[in-house]
């Protein structure tokens, strides 16, 4: 490998890129390399730019959920949820268009035209409770587990469907994918535990 002190600094831009899935432009300029290279790399057909600030090589596979890494990098505070995070945990036939991701309840609405976002705002133990992080080229995504996806959508069951929220829940519990204590613990969090009990009662007996 060359020593970064040997070489241009658009090649230390292209070496920063393939040592990740996604390049920031943050990245770059913590370490004192001028952002305007990323446009001339892009120009020049040497990177891509898959998100406002957000850039990969040309040739780098990405995954299904590769949006969701974008969004991560972006917006760091929040959570992916709902249909985004039934999406990962393989819970119903949504194929969201959007990027559903759970903010704090004051945070101001994310700037992010691409991808798309659908910004859900939550606060105190429904925020900080239940995030397990992925691994998504390369970014750890916080996203909300599927117990606490479930009792989400039945809090936002107004927003997405009752219909979508009762597909989440049967498709969990079949799967084994949630347990009635995890169920339980959630939905008492996001205050939908009576709400939730007869339709867990339907599917457990």
Same mark, same amino acid.
């Given at each position: 490998?060359? @020593? ?10 292209? !070496? ?13 300029? /913590? ?7 990323? &446009? ?7 990177? $891509? ?17 590769? &949006? ?11 959570? =992916? ?11 119903? *036939?949504? !194929? ?12 101001? *609405? ?12 939550? &606060?105190?133990?429904?925020? *900080?409770?239940? /995030? ?15 117990? $606490?996806? =479930?009792?989400?959508?039945? $809090?936002?069951?107004?927003? /997405?469907? /009752?219909? =979508? ?11 084994? $994918? ?10 008492? =969090? ?7 009990? @007869?339709?867990?009662? &339907?599917?457990?007996?």
């Amino acid at each position: 490998m060359i @020593p970064a002190s040997c070489q241009t600094q658009e090649e230390q831009v292209l !070496a920063l890129a393939s040592s990740t899935s996604l390049l920031r432009a943050r990245d770059v300029a /913590i370490r004192s390399l001028p952002t305007v290279i990323l &446009s001339r790399l892009v120009q020049d057909g040497r990177l $891509k730019r898959v998100a406002r600030g957000v850039y990969a090589l040309p040739d780098q596979p990405l995954s299904e959920h590769h &949006s969701l890494a974008e969004v991560a990098l972006l917006v760091p505070r929040g959570v =992916i949820c709902l249909l985004s995070a039934l999406r990962v945990h393989g819970l119903g *036939t949504q !194929a969201p268009r959007q990027v559903w991701l759970a903010i704090p309840h004051n945070s101001p *609405t994310p700037r992010v035209h691409r991808p798309s976002l659908r910004a859900i705002r939550m &606060s105190g133990t429904s925020l *900080t409770e239940g /995030i397990e992080p992925v691994r998504v080229d390369g970014v750890e995504v916080p996203v909300f587990n599927a117990a $606490k996806t =479930i009792a989400d959508c039945f $809090k936002y069951r107004n927003k /997405i469907g /009752i219909d =979508i929220a009762l597909e989440a829940l049967r498709e969990g519990w079949t799967q084994r $994918k949630v347990t009635m204590d995890e169920l339980s613990h959630y939905a008492s =969090i996001d205050r939908v535990s009576n709400v939730m009990r @007869p339709y867990m009662e &339907s599917v457990a007996a």
